[in-house]
């Protein structure tokens, strides 16, 4: 089998898209990664060498996250790439803008199109009507001459087949993992809460988070708010950094936080989640992000909104909470009675624990490998 993966995005589809390469090379299928340098983060980054030392074939050519007038160029060479290197059986596009290349695709020998979401741009609520309307209406073409679309959650699911009306026939649900094979170690613990100014005996809540609209951070800043006026041994740690960086420190001075939050900016540290005693998601939706599952291996309790994959990995009172989107008032009760409890924390700390075992890089490996003979195998 040979496989043409098209990516443009950063982040967890990159993630996403590493892990799943680096499984379909390990069984011996002929994988080509056509990727941008626009949105080149270091998730990505790491992800092109650990790919390049396995030979997987890769390909630079610039993609934009949004409809512009380099499409047509970008689709034009990744269409020359495809001639003089397929046939393919399977084009796979990850993301919007990747999707919509891959399944535009023509006359190239490609057996089946496959589009992984990541999250469809229309479960965004803050899209206007136009927009809304505008992008629905693209999935459901690109939908239409597509072969599959995999998607991550429940709730995506749910979208795809309600809201997109795509038909259930062509919706894979196949949930992310990680590879459970990495040893959890402790060794950073102590660094990082030293480094911060956090003490020991200091409950830490941390999220690891884009500092942008989607992520909405200031949900949980002001959830933190409440937490502190119930608890008082509690800090915060807030990894990532975007655009609403600035406008959120400006928030915890006025709501009198600014000694109480820590904003380290982005790290890369496989054993981060380690640092923390509690963590939180606040977005507005999500696919499935693969933060909740570093935090589940890690053997945290979790606090999040109702986002894409929450549900697949939290069950409410055994291993954390999930609160209504936007709802400042409910996060912060949830984490209020984590943060004041160590038995609870340790309680469900370890029923994360047992619960990642249902999570695997593998198992997501193998189930997109079935989708990918399922389509093949069609007359």
């Not at 993301?95 to 589009?115: D, E």
Request: hydrophobic share 40%.
């Amino acid at each position: 089998m040979r496989v043409l993966m098209i990516l443009e995005a950063g982040g967890g589809a990159a993630r996403h898209v590493v892990d799943l390469c680096c499984g379909l090379h390990d069984k011996g299928i002929d994988v080509h990664l056509v990727y941008s340098l626009n949105r080149m983060d270091p998730i990505l980054d790491e992800g092109l060498k650990k790919l390049a030392k396995l030979s997987v074939k890769l390909v630079s050519i610039p993609m934009i996250r949004k409809p512009g007038l380099l499409d047509f160029s970008s689709y034009l060479k990744i269409r020359q790439y495809a001639r003089d290197n397929g046939p393919f059986d399977i084009v796979h596009g990850h993301s919007s803008k990747g999707g919509a290349l891959a399944r535009l695709l023509i006359g190239v020998g490609i057996k089946a199109k496959v589009y992984s979401a990541h999250a469809f741009v229309t479960m965004d609520t803050s899209l206007s009507w136009f927009e809304s309307f505008l992008y629905s209406r693209a999935e459901r073409i690109f939908a239409h001459v597509g072969n599959a679309v995999i998607v991550t959650s429940h709730s995506e699911k749910t979208h795809a087949e309600n809201s997109l009306r795509i038909p259930s026939h062509k919706t894979f649900l196949i949930p992310n993992g990680i590879d459970k094979s990495v040893k959890k170690t402790s060794n950073c613990r102590h660094d990082f809460r030293y480094a911060w100014g956090v003490s020991d005996n200091e409950v830490l809540i941390g999220t690891v988070t884009r500092l942008v609209e989607q992520k909405a951070p200031h949900v949980l800043l002001g959830a933190f708010a409440e937490v502190v006026k119930r608890v008082s041994n509690v800090r915060l740690v807030m990894v990532g950094d975007g655009p609403l960086r600035q406008q959120l420190m400006e928030d915890a001075e006025k709501l009198g936080l600014a000694s109480l939050v820590v904003w380290p900016g982005y790290i890369n540290h496989e054993n981060l989640m380690e640092v923390f005693d509690i963590f939180a998601l606040s977005s507005s939706y999500e696919g499935f992000p693969y933060v909740l599952l570093d935090a589940l291996f890690n053997g945290l309790p979790l606090v999040s909104t109702q986002v894409g994959g929450a549900d697949m990995v939290i069950t409410p009172g055994k291993n954390g909470f999930i609160a209504p989107c936007n709802d400042v008032e409910q996060m912060g009760k949830f984490l209020s009675t984590l943060s004041c409890d160590d038995n609870l924390r340790n309680e469900m700390g370890r029923a994360s624990l047992a619960k990642s075992k249902k999570f695997s890089s593998q198992e997501m490996v193998e189930k997109c490998l079935d989708v990918y003979n399922l389509l093949l195998s069609d007359p």
